[in-house]
C-alpha cells in the first residue's frame, strides 16, 4: 500500500487501505489502515478500513443486481442505456439525471454487459424495478450495517444508492463481498483466534461457526460469473487489465464517486476475498486522472490477489445444481433467433427465456425493434424511461427503418406517444425475455 500510494501522490492522493480475508471462516488475514501508522501528520494511525464510513461508488452494484436475480430477472434481462429521467419520487423535488461514466449511452445492453462494463444508467433503472428499500434491505443482511433500511435512513437516500449514495467502510464490504465469495453464506470477520496469559493459560478460543444464508448460492454463483467475465467488462476496461489475474478465476469490481473522493478495487475467489481503497483521509478529490478503480486501487489490488493466492490452485466457481446455462439472443435475450449469432448465459432454473424476445415485431414483410420500458417510479403519468428510449432512436436512429416501426406495432408494445406509467405503488413485475406484452 505505502509503495503504491507514494506512486499516486502526483494524483492527490495520500492515503490507502487493504484488507485480506478467508470468506470460508471469515478470519482477517491481513488488514492495513493507512500508508504509514507513524505519519502522525497525516493521521497515520487512523484505521480507514474499519473507521472510516466512506461513499462505495459503484462498488456496490452487485448487491444490487443479486436483488434483481432474487426478484426473477437474469443476466440477460435488457436494460436501456439512454439518457433518462428519473423521478424523484416526491412531489416538487428535482429529478435525478445521473450518467455514466464515460458519458456515453450504449442503447440496449443485457445485464451481464451492464454490471460488467459498470454502466450508471441500467444500475439506477435496477434499483428502480427492486425498490430502494429492498435493496438496503440485502445489502445490510450481508454486512453492510450503515445500509439498514429505517424510516430515517430511507428518508436520506435514493435512487443514487446504487452510485454510492450512502457510505461504507471498507470492513463492511469485505464482509459482502464474503457471502458473494461463499456461496450465500454471511461470515462476520474474526480478528482474534485465540488469547493467551504469560504463563500460556488459554484466556479466549474462537469457535469457528457457519453463519446465515442470505444469498442463494444460485445467485451467488451468476453474479460472480458476471464479475469473472474479462469479455463482459472489456467495453469499459479493455480485455488486458490490472483486473486479470493471469491463471487464476477471480470475481472483481470496481468503484469511485463522481468527485474523486474515493476509489476501490474488491476481488475474490472462493477461498480469498481482496479489498483495497485509495483517497484522502480529509475527503478532499483526488485528479480527474484516476479513472473507474483501474488507476489507484487496482495496481494495488492486483499486487495483493497475487500475493493471496500464490502457491494455491486456481479455484473454480461452481456450477450449482439449480443453474443452467442455455445459448440466446445477444440483443434481447430471448432465445436465438434463426440464422441470428448467440451468446450463452447462465440461468437459475425455472427462469430461462422459452420464446424469442418479444423486441422483434413484423407488419407487411418488414421486421422492425420495438424498445419499450416502464417507468415504476413516475409519480405523474409521464413515462420518462420510454422518453429516453425515443430521444435516443430520434438522435441515433432517425433514418433507420427497423427503429422506427408504425404506430400500430407501438400501441402493441404500449410506447405510442407517452405511455402510461407503472403506479407508484405497484410493484413492477420484471418482463422476461419468453413473457408476452
Known amino acids: 500500500v505505502n509503495e503504491e500510494i507514494e506512486k499516486l501522490e502526483k494524483f492527490d492522493v495520500s ?41 462505495p461508488g459503484s462498488s456496490m452494484k452487485p448487491v444490487i443486481y443479486a436483488q434483481a436475480l432474487k426478484e426473477g430477472y437474469t443476466g440477460s434481462y435488457m436494460f436501456m442505456d439512454v439518457k433518462t429521467e428519473f423521478s424523484s419520487g416526491a412531489s416538487g423535488e428535482d429529478p435525478y439525471n445521473p450518467v455514466n461514466y464515460d458519458a456515453k449511452f450504449r442503447g440496449p445492453v443485457q445485464m451481464r454487459f451492464a454490471l460488467g462494463n459498470s454502466l450508471n444508467i441500467p444500475a439506477v433503472k435496477a434499483l428502480a424495478l427492486v425498490g430502494v428499500e429492498d435493496g438496503m434491505q440485502l445489502a445490510y443482511d450481508m454486512g453492510i450495517k450503515n445500509w439498514e433500511p429505517t424510516q430515517e435512513n430511507m428518508r436520506n437516500v435514493g435512487l443514487s444508492l446504487v452510485l454510492g449514495g450512502r457510505e461504507t467502510t471498507l470492513f463492511d464490504e469485505m464482509t459482502a463481498y464474503g457471502v458473494l465469495a461463499h456461496k450465500g453464506v454471511k461470515q462476520d470477520l474474526v480478528s482474534i483466534l485465540k488469547v493467551t496469559d504469560s504463563k500460556g493459560k488459554k484466556l479466549f478460543e474462537y469457535k469457528e461457526r457457519k453463519g446465515p444464508e442470505v444469498l442463494s448460492e444460485d445467485i451467488t454463483f451468476i453474479i460472480s460469473h458476471m464479475l469473472l467475465d474479462n469479455n463482459a467488462r472489456s467495453d469499459a476496461f479493455g480485455s488486458n487489465s490490472l483486473l486479470r489475474i493471469p491463471g487464476y478465476t477471480v470475481a472483481v469490481k470496481t468503484g469511485t464517486t463522481d ?77 436465438p433467433r434463426d440464422g441470428q ?97
Request: no cysteine; proline share 7%; hydrophobic share 30%.
Open 15 to 55: 492515503n490507502g487501505a487493504a484488507m485480506i480475508t478467508d470468506p470460508q471462516t471469515g478470519e482477517i488475514l491481513s488488514m492495513v489502515g493507512s500508508k504509514d501508522y507513524y505519519d502522525t501528520d497525516n493521521d497515520g494511525n487512523f484505521n480507514v478500513a474499519t473507521q472510516a464510513n466512506r461513499q
Open 259 to 335: 468527485e474523486k473522493r474515493d476509489n476501490w478495487t474488491f476481488g475474490y475467489t472462493p477461498s480469498r476475498v481482496v479489498g483495497v481503497w485509495v483517497g484522502n483521509n480529509d475527503y478532499t478529490p483526488m485528479n480527474q486522472a484516476i479513472a473507474s478503480g483501474v488507476t489507484g486501487a487496482s495496481p494495488i489490488w492486483n499486487k495483493l490477489m497475487k500475493l493471496a493466492l500464490k502457491g494455491k490452485d486456481n479455484e473454480e466457481f461452481e456450477v450449482p445444481e439449480n443453474v443452467t446455462a442455455l445459448s440466446i439472443d445477444p440483443l434481447a435475450g430471448g432465445l
Open 341 to 437: 449469432p448467440t451468446r450463452t448465459e447462465y440461468f437459475i432454473k425455472g427462469s430461462e427465456p422459452t420464446a424469442v424476445s418479444n423486441l422483434y415485431k413484423s407488419k407487411d414483410g418488414k421486421d422492425y425493434w420495438v424498445f419499450a420500458e416502464k417507468d415504476p417510479v413516475s409519480i405523474d403519468g409521464r413515462n420518462r424511461w420510454q422518453e429516453g428510449i425515443n430521444a435516443w432512436i430520434e438522435q441515433n436512429h432517425k433514418g433507420e427503418e427497423r427503429y422506427n416501426p408504425p404506430e400500430e406495432l407501438k400501441k402493441e408494445a404500449g410506447v405510442a406517444g407517452i405511455s402510461t406509467a407503472a403506479s407508484p405503488t405497484e410493484t413492477p413485475t420484471p418482463t422476461l425475455a419468453s413473457e408476452e406484452e
